[in-house]
């Protein structure tokens, strides 16, 4: 199981903590794999891109309009946390519907 987020994400060290055994990737410093986004792209497609954080205010209405591969790759900070990947089941975020599907 990978759990991909930002260590300074309150949310990201919630997931981390109540999974132990997940291997932690801060996609700020490692990114995150070309397929990985890619699968989480299709199955999550724009809800993937967080347009309530600092980084999206932050950005131009030109930059907004940018394909959201292209925004991910630029500001990866901009991806909704946490994404957790086991095997071929995908979760985004950390709400009771993910913990439930985890068994946390």
């Not at 987020?5 to 132990?20: E, F, H, Y």
């Not at 996609?27 to 199955?43: C, F, I, K, S, W």
Request: net charge neutral; glycine share 8%; aromatic share 4%.
């Amino acid at each position: 199981m990978d759990l991909y987020g930002l260590k300074t994400c309150d949310t990201c060290r919630k997931a981390q903590k109540a999974l132990p055994e997940a291997r932690y990737v801060d996609v700020r410093q490692e990114g995150m794999p070309e397929a990985v986004l890619a699968m989480a792209l299709e199955r999550f497609g724009t809800a993937l891109v967080n347009t309530r954080s600092t980084t999206w205010r932050g950005l131009s209405e030109a930059e907004r309009t940018e394909a959201p591969e292209a925004l991910l790759k630029a500001h990866p900070t901009l991806m909704k946390r946490p994404l957790i990947v086991d095997g071929a089941a995908m979760h985004l975020g950390w709400g009771a519907d993910t913990r439930a599907a985890l068994g946390v």
